[in-house]
């Protein structure tokens, strides 16, 4: 059974880089039939995509974080990372990392989520 | 603002059914790609209900169905149980924006 667990600082101070980590059991990442997301949820809002690796290490970022966000893949510890650079309080919410599976029908979903993790950005 | 609009909220006795309606345009859901639907219960992640418009994965109840018309998609739940009172997020590609997108969810309260 696949799990997704996020980890890192509940708190980031103004102007700092938010780093996240997401660790993946009972499944690689390097697996070509994944890519792996990350996904935010300000208090009380609705969803934000953020960005996706995938199993060869490429990239692709949503428009509205595109300048700030860097994700990044770790085979080795079988995790994959999110560092989001300049922070304010608009990026305070629950940051969560989710798998993308292609689907029967051959597109993609976010089949298996972690839990969520809270980050503050607060001085 | 969200690339794909959902109603705030939407509500239903229990045995009723409601649906859910999510908005798009000719480079989302227009565009031929494909609707996913979310539920998100109260303090926990959000789970896949539907994709490819109107398919469920293994584990999801058939009260819950999918559709998908033009620029638009519905998510219908029949037979409305209190364990359905939850957020429901739609989400599908934009190749405008060449994202994911979600739409801005929508409150269901059984009544």
């Known amino acids: 059974q696949v799990q997704l667990q996020e980890s890192g600082p509940g708190l980031v101070k103004p102007s700092q880089t938010l780093s996240l980590t997401c660790t993946v059991s009972?499944?690689?990442?390097?697996?070509?039939?994944?890519?792996w997301s990350w996904i935010r949820q300000p208090a009380g809002k609705g969803l934000e995509w953020i960005g996706r690796?995938?199993?060869?290490?490429?990239?692709n970022y949503g428009p509205s974080l595109k300048s700030r966000v860097t994700i990044s893949g770790d085979t080795s510890k079988n995790q994959f990372s999110l560092e989001l650079s300049s922070v304010t309080a608009a990026d305070t919410a629950v940051y969560y990392c989710?798998?993308?599976?292609?689907?029967?029908?051959?597109?993609?979903?976010?089949?298996?989520w972690g839990q969520g993790t809270m980050v503050t950005v607060s001085s | 603002q969200s690339v794909l609009t959902q109603s705030p909220s939407v509500s239903g006795a229990p045995g009723q059914r409601v649906t859910i309606s999510c908005t798009g345009s000719?480079?989302?859901?227009?565009?031929?790609?494909?609707v996913k639907w979310y539920q998100q219960l109260p303090g926990t992640a959000p789970k896949l209900l539907i994709y490819?418009?109107?398919n469920r994965p293994s584990g999801v109840a058939d009260r819950f169905s999918g559709s998908k018309s033009g620029t638009s998609a519905s998510l219908a739940i029949s037979g409305l149980q209190g364990e359905d009172e939850a957020d429901y997020y739609c989400?599908?590609?934009?190749?405008?924006?060449?994202?994911?997108?979600f739409g801005g969810g929508t409150k269901l309260t059984v009544l």
């Open positions: 490819g418009n109107t």
């Open positions: 690796i995938y199993p060869s290490g490429s990239t």
């Open positions: 989710a798998r993308c599976l292609q689907m029967p029908s051959g597109t993609y979903a976010f089949d298996i």
């Open positions: 009972g499944g690689s990442i390097s697996s070509g039939s994944y890519y």
């Open positions: 000719s480079s989302n859901i227009g565009a031929g790609y494909d």
């Open positions: 989400q599908s590609y934009d190749s405008g924006l060449n994202a994911w997108v």
